[in-house]
C-alpha cells in the first residue's frame, strides 16, 4: 500500500514522501505571491530550508524566510515576524517547522491583521470574537517533526514573557488552509527528538481519549494515533530513514492534535511550566509525567483503559496493561524515568502547581485537580515515585 493520500480532514492535507515539491502550487491555490517561510533559527541553518525556498524561488515566487523563533516560542518571536511580514510585502505564510515554527507562522498569520495585542486573542471565553477575520493571512503548514500536530490545529501555544506562562491563542481559523505531509522532512530528526516528539503524539492521543468530554470522533480518532505510535514510534527512533515508519508516525501526529479538540488534561498541564520557566523539551517532559498521571487518574479511567488495552493488543487487560506498556516504551527509547533528570526540582513544585491549576488543560483531566494535588504530583513526578 502507498503511504499517500490527498484528505479534506480536519483540513486539507496532501500527505505522502516528497511532496514537499507541491509547496509553491499549494501557496498558489491559497492565493500566495510573496509568502512568509515562518520557521526556527535551528532549522533555517538547514537544508530542508533552502530546498523549500528554492522549489518556491524557481516557480516564480518571491519568498523570504523569517527565523528569529525560539524553542518555547515568545510574544516577540511573533510580533518581529509580523513586522517583517509587514516589511516584506508579504501575501501568505508558510508555517514550517515542528511546534515552534508552526505556531510562530500561525500567530503571524493571525496577527498581520489584527490592531490589538496577541494576548488579546488568548483562549478565553469568548475573545476569539475579537479577531478581524478578513486581515488574517492564508498560511500553508509543512510539519517537520512528528509530535506537536500543530499542523491542524487552530490554535498557537506561545509564552507570555510577563508571567512565564505559556498562552494559548485560538481562532477557528488559525486552522492552516493547506498542509504538506512529507514524512521525508523528518528523516533528519535524531534518535532523541523522535522519541521525545512521538512520545508527545502519544500523549495527545491519551489525553484526549481520557478526557471525560463527550465526542466519539475524537476518540475514534485517539485510539487509532496511539495504535500507530504503538506500531511505528520504537522503528523510527531505531531507524530514522524507514519511511514507513515515518509516515505513520506523522499521520499519529496529525491524528493526535485532530483528537485533542476533546481535551487533554494533567500532562500538559505539569508540563507546560516546566517548558516556560524551564525551557525543557515539551514533549519529553508530557513523556516522563505520562505513568505518573495515569496513576494519579486510574479510578476515573479503568473502563476506557479496558477498551484500549483490547484495541492495542497489548499482552494483559484493562489499567495495569496500558501502564505496563508505557513504561517499556519510555525504557525502549530512552525517556528519563523522573522530572528531576530534566531539570525540576521540589522547591519549584509550589509555583509550577498554581500555573498548572489555571493551565487550559486541567478543566478536562478525568480526575478534578487542586492546587495542592498538582504539588503532590510534581513532587512524585520529581522524586519518581509511581
Ligand atoms: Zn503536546
Same mark, same amino acid.
Given at each position: 500500500m502507498e503511504l499517500k493520500g490527498n484528505w479534506n480532514f480536519p483540513t486539507s492535507i496532501r500527505f505522502g514522501a516528497g511532496r514537499l515539491r507541491e509547496l509553491p502550487e499549494v501557496c498558489r491555490a491559497l492565493g500566495m505571491r510573496r509568502p512568509l517561510l515562518v520557521t526556527d533559527a535551528a532549522l533555517a541553518r538547514l537544508p530542508l530550508v533552502a530546498t523549500a525556498v528554492n522549489a518556491c524561488t524557481e516557480s516564480g515566487l518571491e519568498c523570504a524566510v523569517y527565523s528569529n523563533v525560539q524553542p518555547n516560542p515568545v510574544a516577540d518571536n511573533v510580533m518581529y515576524g509580523v513586522a517583517t511580514y509587514q516589511a516584506g510585502g508579504h501575501? &501568505? @505564510?508558510?508555517? #514550517? &517547522?515542528g511546534g515552534s515554527g508552526l505556531d510562530v507562522g500561525k500567530a503571524v498569520g493571525l496577527m498581520v491583521g489584527q490592531s490589538r495585542p496577541l494576548f488579546d486573542f488568548e483562549d478565553r471565553e469568548d475573545w476569539y470574537l475579537r479577531v478581524n477575520v478578513s486581515g488574517m493571512a492564508p498560511v500553508v503548514a509543512v510539519p517537520t517533526?512528528? &509530535? =506537536? &500536530?500543530? *499542523? @491542524?490545529?487552530r490554535a498557537a501555544v506561545i509564552v507570555d514573557? =510577563?508571567? $512565564?506562562t505559556k498562552k494559548i491563542i485560538f481562532h477557528p481559523r488559525m486552522m492552516p488552509g493547506t498542509v504538506v505531509a512529507d514524512? *521525508? +522532512?523528518? #528523516?533528519? +530528526?535524531p534518535p532523541q527528538i523522535t522519541a521525545a516528539t512521538g512520545m508527545d503524539a502519544l500523549s495527545h492521543s491519551l489525553e484526549a481519549y481520557c478526557s471525560p468530554l463527550y465526542h466519539p470522533l475524537a476518540e475514534g480518532v485517539a485510539v487509532e494515533g496511539m495504535r500507530l505510535v504503538k506500531q511505528w514510534l520504537p522503528a523510527a527512533v531505531e531507524d530514522g530513514r524507514n519511511v514507513t515508519a515515518r509516515a505513520h508516525m506523522l499521520i499519529a501526529s496529525s491524528m493526535g492534535a485532530t483528537a485533542f479538540q476533546k481535551g487533554l488534561g494533567a500532562m500538559h498541564s505539569l508540563s507546560h511550566p516546566c517548558g516556560a520557566n524551564l525551557n525543557t523539551h515539551h514533549g519529553l517532559t508530557n513523556a516522563v509525567v505520562m505513568p505518573y498521571v495515569l496513576v494519579w487518574n486510574r479510578a476515573a479511567i479503568e473502563g476506557k483503559m479496558q477498551r484500549l488495552a483490547a484495541y492495542l493488543e497489548l499482552p494483559g487487560r484493562g489499567f495495569d496493561a496500558v501502564l505496563e506498556w508505557v513504561l517499556a516504551l519510555r525504557r525502549r527509547i530512552a525517556i528519563p524515568n523522573t522530572l528531576a533528570d530534566t531539570g @525540576?526540582?521540589? *522547591? $519549584?513544585a509550589v509555583q509550577f502547581a498554581a500555573q498548572a491549576l489555571a493551565d487550559p488543560s486541567t478543566p478536562t483531566n478525568p480526575v478534578p485537580m487542586t492546587r495542592d494535588d498538582f504539588e503532590r504530583l510534581y513532587l512524585r513526578c520529581i522524586r519518581g515515585e509511581l
Amino acid at each position: 500500500m502507498e503511504l499517500k493520500g490527498n484528505w479534506n480532514f480536519p483540513t486539507s492535507i496532501r500527505f505522502g514522501a516528497g511532496r514537499l515539491r507541491e509547496l509553491p502550487e499549494v501557496c498558489r491555490a491559497l492565493g500566495m505571491r510573496r509568502p512568509l517561510l515562518v520557521t526556527d533559527a535551528a532549522l533555517a541553518r538547514l537544508p530542508l530550508v533552502a530546498t523549500a525556498v528554492n522549489a518556491c524561488t524557481e516557480s516564480g515566487l518571491e519568498c523570504a524566510v523569517y527565523s528569529n523563533v525560539q524553542p518555547n516560542p515568545v510574544a516577540d518571536n511573533v510580533m518581529y515576524g509580523v513586522a517583517t511580514y509587514q516589511a516584506g510585502g508579504h501575501d &501568505g @505564510v508558510i508555517a #514550517f &517547522g515542528g511546534g515552534s515554527g508552526l505556531d510562530v507562522g500561525k500567530a503571524v498569520g493571525l496577527m498581520v491583521g489584527q490592531s490589538r495585542p496577541l494576548f488579546d486573542f488568548e483562549d478565553r471565553e469568548d475573545w476569539y470574537l475579537r479577531v478581524n477575520v478578513s486581515g488574517m493571512a492564508p498560511v500553508v503548514a509543512v510539519p517537520t517533526t512528528a &509530535g =506537536t &500536530g500543530s *499542523e @491542524v490545529g487552530r490554535a498557537a501555544v506561545i509564552v507570555d514573557p =510577563t508571567d $512565564h506562562t505559556k498562552k494559548i491563542i485560538f481562532h477557528p481559523r488559525m486552522m492552516p488552509g493547506t498542509v504538506v505531509a512529507d514524512p *521525508e +522532512l523528518t #528523516f533528519g +530528526l535524531p534518535p532523541q527528538i523522535t522519541a521525545a516528539t512521538g512520545m508527545d503524539a502519544l500523549s495527545h492521543s491519551l489525553e484526549a481519549y481520557c478526557s471525560p468530554l463527550y465526542h466519539p470522533l475524537a476518540e475514534g480518532v485517539a485510539v487509532e494515533g496511539m495504535r500507530l505510535v504503538k506500531q511505528w514510534l520504537p522503528a523510527a527512533v531505531e531507524d530514522g530513514r524507514n519511511v514507513t515508519a515515518r509516515a505513520h508516525m506523522l499521520i499519529a501526529s496529525s491524528m493526535g492534535a485532530t483528537a485533542f479538540q476533546k481535551g487533554l488534561g494533567a500532562m500538559h498541564s505539569l508540563s507546560h511550566p516546566c517548558g516556560a520557566n524551564l525551557n525543557t523539551h515539551h514533549g519529553l517532559t508530557n513523556a516522563v509525567v505520562m505513568p505518573y498521571v495515569l496513576v494519579w487518574n486510574r479510578a476515573a479511567i479503568e473502563g476506557k483503559m479496558q477498551r484500549l488495552a483490547a484495541y492495542l493488543e497489548l499482552p494483559g487487560r484493562g489499567f495495569d496493561a496500558v501502564l505496563e506498556w508505557v513504561l517499556a516504551l519510555r525504557r525502549r527509547i530512552a525517556i528519563p524515568n523522573t522530572l528531576a533528570d530534566t531539570g @525540576v526540582r521540589p *522547591e $519549584h513544585a509550589v509555583q509550577f502547581a498554581a500555573q498548572a491549576l489555571a493551565d487550559p488543560s486541567t478543566p478536562t483531566n478525568p480526575v478534578p485537580m487542586t492546587r495542592d494535588d498538582f504539588e503532590r504530583l510534581y513532587l512524585r513526578c520529581i522524586r519518581g515515585e509511581l
